[in-house]
Every structure is written in structure tokens, then in C-alpha cells.
């Protein structure tokens, strides 16, 4: 399926899924080589990295934790430019090394307010790994460390991404026709 319809929008496909698939397995060796022998807790954020989460969790080949949280700034296809934390997270994480595990990264605010709150728990660092990546809108001075890949500004559904609740399901990532 190259082109679907959600909802009412036309979406077509951008990134298939064995390329998501090779990326992760690259992006995992790399995390595997730098993070090996660390006290790590991968935190997902929901519900847009719930699959991406699981696909790099599974091959991490070190002992970790991995917990979720629960973040929203979308509404529609457009930023709400509001962050609100909906579900937080137990785990202790003082002197932990945090992977923290996003679907996309555009502005960079939802990150970065994540990141500022996650430093109040004092860990010992911070890593940020996200499947997507929108450098024309990315406005923050954060690090990434691990990328998936730069995709353009088109609103993109898929692989856990979704519009309005739809569209997660897909196992290729579609992005907005325009």
C-alpha cells in the first residue's frame, strides 16, 4: 500500500518497514557499544514510541530497565505548543544512565521539557534516542545521540504514530499529502 486514506487525510508511504527495522538494529549496536556495563533505564514516551521502544529494547544486549511515560502535545496534525505530563514514572533514577526513547523529535519542546523534569531526579546522564528527526523545525540546543532518521516537516503517521488515535497500527510510516 503506497497511498492510504485516515480519517481525512491522504497519506503516502515514506519509509518502509524493513528500512525502520535496519535502522533500529543499527541505532541498538550503537547504543550496545556505548552504554555496555552502565546502570541504564530506557524510558519510553507513549503512546507514539510504544513500537519503536519495543523494537529497540528487544535488542539491547546489556541488562536495563525500561519504563514509559506518558506525554501529549499534538492536536490534529499540528503542535498543541503545550506540554502535559499525563502518567509519570516509579523508578528511582537518581545515579542511573537514561535513554530516553521518543518517536519524533520536531521543535524539540516536548524533549526538552522532559529532559529539564527527568534532571530534577538527579541521574547520572541523559541520552536521547528517537526514530525521527525534523531538522527544519528543530529549535532546541539538546543532544541527540541516537537518530533514526531526518525526515521533512510533512506530518507523518505510522509505526506507532498516529492522527487523531489512527493510524498507529501501519507498518510503514506514511507521510501527509500536501
Known amino acids: 500500500m503506497n497511498e492510504i486514506r485516515i480519517l481525512d487525510k491522504n497519506f503516502r508511504k515514506s519509509i518502509p518497514e524493513v528500512e525502520i527495522k535496519r535502522r533500529i538494529e543499527v541505532m541498538a549496536r550503537q547504543i550496545n557499544s556505548d552504554l555496555a556495563g552502565k546502570d541504564v533505564i530506557f524510558l519510553g514516551i507513549l503512546n507514539g514510541a510504544f513500537l519503536f521502544a519495543a ?12 519504563s ?3 506525554y501529549a502535545s499534538y492536536r490534529g496534525t499540528n503542535s498543541s505548543g503545550t506540554i502535559k505530563e499525563l502518567i509519570g514514572w ?18 524539540g519542546t516536548t524533549i526538552e521539557s522532559i529532559i529539564a523534569q527527568i ?26 545521540d541516537y537518530v533514526g532518521f531526518r525526515i521533512p516537516k510533512n506530518f507523518v503517521v505510522g509505526y ?11 507498518r510503514n510510516l506514511y507521510a501527509l499529502e500536501e
Not at 531526579?121 to 531538522?135: D, E, G, S
Not at 506507532?160 to 501501519?170: P, V
Open 68 to 70: 514509559f511515560v506518558k
Open 90 to 107: 516509579n523508578d528511582d533514577i537518581k545515579n542511573k544512565t537514561i535513554v530516553i526513547i521518543e518517536d519524533i523529535i520536531d521543535t
Open 55 to 66: 523494537d529497540l529494547f528487544r535488542r539491547i544486549e546489556f541488562p536495563a530497565k525500561i
Open 119 to 144: 534532571k530534577g531526579f538527579r541521574p547520572r546522564q541523559i541520552f536521547v534516542a528517537t526514530l525521527l528527526l525534523k531538522p527544519d523545525l528543530y529549535s532546541k540546543e539538546i543532544n541527540l
Open 160 to 170: 506507532g504514530l498516529d492522527y487523531n488515535g489512527f493510524g498507529r497500527n501501519l
